[in-house]
């Protein structure tokens, strides 16, 4: 479980979220949905860590991120894998080595073990027979995959994702929604998904936070979602045709 | 411009200190240490050669022609070509043309691994991110340099023999006395020490530039740009404070 109390933070003066009060919760794909520019990405590097909040809390189980030390926070780290937007595999290492890279650092396990662990996470996302291949030699929802991957190598508690689908045909995006779904469940993890893809919001969308302008408007799930009164929501939701038939009974 | 300054040299420093951290694994250090000095120092073997090899025979002809005075014994051109080569050219000029091919290859690698999020995935794992990519490069390049700088030293005076040799503008045996006139072995401990200190500037400065580089292509450009000037200059201001200071 993650909890986010009352979290501010700007740039430069000018505020970027707006006392964001959220719960995540284990087993469950929680979606941060906005459009751009809403403070979705800022929300998501200071749950990792890579953002210090101006004020508020966000808390990993009973442990707040704002009281831990350095070493406290570098154990979190460990168990949390992330799949940034354009994936981040390392261009220096093939296939194998970006999912036993985690292994190395964190693991005494040997070389072997390290291998049997890479080929059974790279099993789990369906990439069999490219361990060799380095990331510039993959199209774009197979790195998606090696990524997820690679989060998933040291069997982390949590688990985010920034815009998984982006630059994604409709087919793998779906192929990728599914798969972060199966994990999630599997692995009993808190996945948290950064995203504005309507087509990912109803298919896994099991929490949803919908955030404008820095605020956070409104919170459901993909059932709730096509019948709500926020009218901000019911613009985003509109951007999208196939949603915008559904609420308009077409 | 100052304050700019200041804050650009306190970053420097904090960026070494996160540098020079114990490694996480000393084995996967060991191995980057190899990939590093095989991408940095080896790979400049033939271009340090090459270059050493015709400015050597460059300067044989210069200072031939500059001597053609009859009371200068001829021996001389060997041993001004000599102490050129190992004071100057084989560590400032060397680590000049290096600054150019490493300062750019590390400032424009760590920089497009900072804005694909590559360095950013490292940190998040909990890897220390400027120790993992940089300190290999620092210490092989600080470390393994002087064996470039030889190395030109012995090619320099290789390529002065060879134009000596094929043009007899010297007699040869005059080239190789003055070759071995008035060693000062301390000479030679003084410019290994100049090249180690400049590519350990070209190997931080260039990595400096490409760990904070931001703002998509053009940013990394603008860091490898900026990683190649600001060693340049530097490595001329410290080879005056240097020289000043070990041979004065």
């Known amino acids: ?250 | 411009m100052l304050k700019k300054m200041f804050i650009a040299v306190g970053r420097y420093i904090l960026f070494l200190k996160m540098v020079f951290r114990r490694p996480d694994r000393w084995r996967i250090f060991w191995r980057q240490f190899i990939n590093e000095a095989d991408k940095l120092i080896i790979s400049s073997v033939l271009l340090v050669g090459v270059i050493s090899l015709f400015i050597g025979g460059v300067l044989v002809i210069q200072t031939a022609s500059n001597l053609e005075n009859p009371l200068i014994d001829k021996m001389y051109v060997g041993y001004m070509v000599r102490e050129s080569l190992i004071l100057e050219f084989c560590s400032t000029m060397i680590a000049l043309i290096l600054a150019g091919k490493m300062g750019s290859n590390i400032a424009s690698e760590i920089g497009s691994m900072r804005i694909t999020e590559q360095i950013d995935a490292m940190d998040m794992m909990g890897v220390n991110s400027a120790g993992f990519l940089v300190l290999p490069k620092i210490v092989a390049s600080t470390l393994l340099s002087p064996l470039l700088m030889l190395l030109s030293l012995a090619l320099g005076v290789l390529g002065g023999y060879l134009v000596v040799e094929f043009t007899q503008i010297i007699p040869t045996a005059s080239y190789i006395t003055g070759i071995k006139a008035f060693y000062n072995g301390f000479y030679v401990w003084y410019s290994c020490f100049k090249m180690s200190l400049f590519c350990f500037m070209i190997a931080s400065i260039a990595a400096y530039n490409g760990y904070y580089a931001k703002g998509g292509s053009l940013g990394v450009g603008k860091s490898s740009t900026q990683a190649i000037v600001t060693t340049s200059i530097l490595i001329l201001l410290a080879d005056l404070i240097v020289t000043q200071l070990m041979l004065y």
């Open chain 1, 1 to 250: 479980m993650i909890k986010v109390e009352n979290l501010y933070k700007g740039f430069d003066g000018v505020p970027v979220l707006k006392g964001i009060n959220v719960e995540y919760e284990p087993g469950k794909c929680n979606m941060i949905i906005g459009a751009s520019g809403s403070g979705k990405t800022v929300l998501l590097k200071n749950l990792i860590g890579l953002l210090e909040p101006d004020s508020g809390d966000i808390s990993y189980g009973d442990r707040k991120l704002s009281s831990m030390s350095e070493k406290e926070k570098r154990m979190l780290r460990k168990d949390i894998g992330i799949l940034f937007q354009g994936s981040a595999l390392f261009d220096f290492a093939t296939v194998i080595e970006n999912v036993m890279f985690p292994m190395e650092f964190f693991t005494d396990w040997s070389y072997a073990q390290r291998k049997e662990r890479a080929q059974f996470c790279l099993e789990k996302v369906n990439v069999i027979g490219s361990d060799a291949k380095f990331p510039n030699e993959l199209s774009g929802g197979m790195q998606k995959r090696v990524g997820i991957a690679r989060a998933i190598a040291l069997n982390p508690s949590y688990l985010f994702c920034d815009e998984p689908n982006s630059g994604l045909d409709p087919y793998t995006s779906i192929l990728i929604d599914e798969l972060i779904s199966n994990i999630t469940q599997e692995f009993n993890m808190t996945t948290v998904v950064n995203t504005h893809d309507m087509n990912s919001i109803l298919e896994i969308g099991d929490k949803i936070a919908f955030m404008y302008k820095g605020s956070l408007l409104w919170q459901g799930d993909k059932n709730t979602i096509l019948h709500t009164d926020c009218a901000e929501l019911r613009e985003f939701i509109c951007a999208n045709t196939l949603a915008r038939n559904i609420i308009e009974g077409r």
